[in-house]
């Protein structure tokens, strides 16, 4: 079975420094990963994904992640926060027939 | 209209009420998921529709009735709920599910049941 663990349900940056968002996926077979964000009020967004390409995935808003099979890893990167990116954050699994798997989510605080 | 719309965006009801939630999707999408959002809980999937058939449903108490009676509207029957049924509905859509997922989902921004 598939799962994810986020491992911080909490993170605060402060404007114009680097956003690290990590999270541990378990999986029986190479998955497909996301990243999700959910600003206050509204739906989910897809930020980025990893279909087993290029293992480096560049995503909206100048967020990144790397898939790291050794480390079971597959943490979201900026290289500098802005105030808009305040939100939740959720990594996700999807299993073969396409059901996805969240992981309980991270909030990102931006502080000015 | 673009995107997934979800209406009402928020409701309250008594616990012997009926009410039903609307999603509508127009992307051309052939399958349509809702999702119940708690707070300090992971999302969790309630029902899954491929080409306007049922093809997931995760354990849901019979309170909570899905029709899906065309691929780009869904809707979530509520009756008799309760208190601990307060929570957001989401509604995705993905070009299809099974055989050559994974696909992305989109999503609608929810409606705020709250059930008194």
């Known amino acids: 079975a598939q799962s994810v663990t986020q491992l911080d349900s909490h993170v605060s940056v402060s404007e114009g420094t680097p956003v690290l968002l990590r999270c541990n996926y378990s999986?029986?077979?190479?998955?497909?990963l996301f990243w999700y964000v959910q600003h206050p009020n509204k739906g989910l967004q897809l930020l980025l994904k990893?279909?087993?390409?290029?293992?480096l995935v560049k995503g909206i808003n100048g967020f990144e992640a790397e898939f790291k099979k050794s480390e079971t890893s597959f943490h979201l990167t900026k290289p500098s926060a802005h105030m808009s990116d305040a939100a939740e954050y959720f990594c996700?699994?999807?299993?073969?027939?396409?059901?996805?798997?969240f992981g309980q989510g991270t909030e990102l605080s931006v502080k000015p | 209209e673009t995107g997934v719309t979800q209406t009402p965006r928020h409701l309250v009801m008594g616990m012997t009420n009926k009410k039903s939630l609307k999603c509508e999707q127009h992307?051309?999408?052939?399958?349509m998921y809702w999702y119940k959002q708690s707070a300090k809980k992971p999302l969790e999937l309630m029902f899954v529709?491929?080409?306007?058939?049922?093809?997931e449903n995760n354990s849901v108490p019979s309170r909570f009735s899905p029709e899906c009676p065309n691929s780009s509207h869904l809707f979530l029957h509520l009756h008799t709920l309760q208190p601990e049924d307060s929570a957001l509905y989401l509604c995705?859509?993905?070009?299809?599910?099974?055989?050559?997922?994974?696909?992305?989902?989109?999503f609608g921004p929810g409606t705020r049941l709250t059930v008194t």
């Open positions: 995705a859509s993905s070009q299809d599910y099974g055989a050559g997922a994974p696909y992305e989902q989109y």
């Open positions: 990893y279909t087993s390409a290029a293992t």
């Open positions: 992307l051309g999408h052939n399958a």
């Open positions: 529709y491929s080409l306007e058939e049922r093809v």
């Open positions: 996700v699994v999807s299993d073969r027939r396409g059901k996805l798997i």
């Open positions: 999986s029986s077979y190479s998955p497909s």
